[in-house]
């Protein structure tokens, strides 16, 4: 997995040290726009954590509402170059807004938020002359300020208890508890989904397209033969709306708001290392236990040498992790997919095998059984391919990824391409018929079939929905929320243990 160093760590946590339960957030809009001025001016002057400021101020723009427009006014075309005109913007606020008062910095206290918000992040500031300047010009009592240390240090402590108990007797510094409950809740989640989820297949079984159907999104670009040696490693955060991580190399590279694009550029960075983001997973069936799914750089047709190493590297460094091997239906037991399977194996111990793996059959919308080919002979062939290397009982899900990915966007009122509409009426139809439905062929049913409710939706899309299971998809949903939570018991375990 990703790896930062103890600074980066801390100051990446800060990118998200931020919810919709920010006080400032329920006040209008001129009041979010100007603390929104502030804090990226104050920000900006913060050497430590410019790396990360981008990556912030799109999730504080998010959070808060700021314009496209306003947020350009603030972050692209601000004059802002030092301590100076962080004092001038700060005037010009107060002279041109009717007061501290009237803007409610004063009145409502928010004055209070914005030192300990930014004190919080840039850890140094406190001793600065410039900050002593707008502790001054914002009327902070010394009083006052000395419990805002105190219930700040006690938060870099992570002394919750005694940073809640510094507030007490202090009615106008209530807004406070927000930044506790916030580091509160990160402190209970920092340590979930630490057994990463491993996706491996060679590059023709379709890998990216089941990793996409399992998140609800086209997030991971198709791999081809050009593509770098990088592990994409996919952490769920169901309170984050969307995705922000980072990519190592030579620098990190840190961002917020990733989509498909940020994916391809940071993959085709031949000096990045591995990239890690992080957000809520928009599967249809909802993924209730926290989860990493690492994307393993599987090799192409030649058998990329550095493709391999890293793959077996993360394999190597995941021993206790539970692999999902990804065949291609359509093109069982090629040369390339037996060399890299009985690679796998060998590092597993062959007790391990059978609980270890779970073979994903994907691709079974290709198989035509108007020609004389059957789900039931494909689903058969798979078992006596992996019984050809060893493996007995091996649980086997056959799927049809790219059935699942468009008619999951289908019952989301996605936008399709015409070739995309093309195909899901296709998948929308032939998975009505019974015959060729996957819903109970899997080799071994999950245990977790009558924990996890099917979403409800209009009668219009019932069919759609009805499609979906018998791609395959409910099958998949409920055997990775089985490993995610065989795997959050282990950690808890780990824990206690620790």
């Known amino acids: ?257 990733i989509d498909k694009n940020h994916l391809i550029a940071w993959n085709e960075d031949e000096k990045a290392g591995s990239i890690h983001i992080e957000g809520r997973f928009n599967s249809f069936l909802p993924l209730n236990a926290p989860m990493t799914i690492i994307d393993t750089p599987g090799p192409n047709n030649s058998m990329d040498r550095q493709h391999s190493d890293v793959t077996f590297e993360l394999l190597n460094a995941n021993k206790d992790s539970h692999i999902y091997y990804v065949l291609n239906a359509a093109n069982l037991g090629t040369d390339d997919d037996r060399l890299l399977l009985s690679k796998v194996l060998k590092g597993i111990p062959e007790k391990q095998w059978g609980n270890r793996i779970t073979y994903i059959l994907n691709r079974m919308d290709e198989i035509d059984m108007e020609a004389d080919e059957s789900i039931q002979g494909v689903i058969e062939s798979a078992g006596n391919y992996l019984a050809s290397l060893g493996i007995r009982d091996a649980t086997i899900i056959p799927y049809s990824s790219r059935a699942a990915f468009l008619l999951q966007k289908a019952l989301g009122d996605g936008e399709f391409t015409r070739k995309e509409k093309l195909n899901v009426n296709y998948y929308a139809d032939v998975y009505q018929d019974e015959a060729y439905s996957l819903k109970i062929l899997a080799t071994r049913q999950s245990s977790m079939l009558i924990d996890i409710g099917a979403v409800e939706v209009g009668q219009d899309k019932e069919p759609l929905k009805q499609a979906l299971e018998n791609s395959g998809y409910y099958a998949v949903i409920h055997s990775l929320q089985e490993v995610a939570d065989n795997n959050q018991q282990i950690d808890l375990k780990e824990n206690i243990a620790k």
């Not at 603030?74 to 002279?95: H, M, N, P, Q, T």
């Not at 057994?195 to 996409?212: D, E, H, Q, R, Y």
């Open 1 to 257: 997995m990703c790896k930062l160093n103890g600074n980066e760590q801390i100051q990446y946590n800060l990118c998200t040290l931020f919810s919709e339960k920010h006080p400032i957030v329920k006040e209008d809009y001129i009041t979010k726009y100007y603390y929104f001025t502030l804090l990226h001016a104050v920000l900006e002057q913060n050497v430590e954590f410019v790396p990360y400021l981008s990556a912030s101020m799109k999730v504080y723009k998010h959070r808060f509402g700021i314009s496209d427009e306003d947020y350009a006014k603030v972050v692209e075309e601000s004059s802002i170059k030092s301590v100076k005109d962080v004092l001038v913007k700060l005037k010009a606020i107060r002279k041109n807004y009717y007061s501290f008062t009237r803007w409610r910095l004063y009145k409502r206290n928010y004055k209070y938020v914005f030192i300990t918000h930014i004190m919080l992040i840039n850890k140094n500031i406190g001793g600065t002359s410039f900050f002593e300047e707008i502790k001054t010009y914002l009327k902070v009592k010394e009083e006052i300020f000395d419990v805002i240390l105190s219930f700040i240090e006690n938060l870099n402590k992570e002394d919750l208890a005694s940073a809640k108990k510094s507030l007490e007797e202090h009615g106008e510094l209530r807004d406070l508890t927000y930044f506790s409950d916030e580091i509160c809740a990160k402190k209970a989640t920092a340590d979930i989904a630490k057994t990463p989820i491993l996706v491996v297949a060679t590059m023709s079984a379709g890998k990216s397209t089941f990793i996409n159907s399992i998140i609800g999104e086209d997030l991971l670009p198709s791999k081809n033969e050009a593509c770098t040696a990088k592990s994409i490693a996919l952490t769920s955060r169901h309170e984050l709306p969307f995705y922000i991580g980072f990519k190592t190399g030579s620098t990190t590279t840190f961002d917020s708001f």
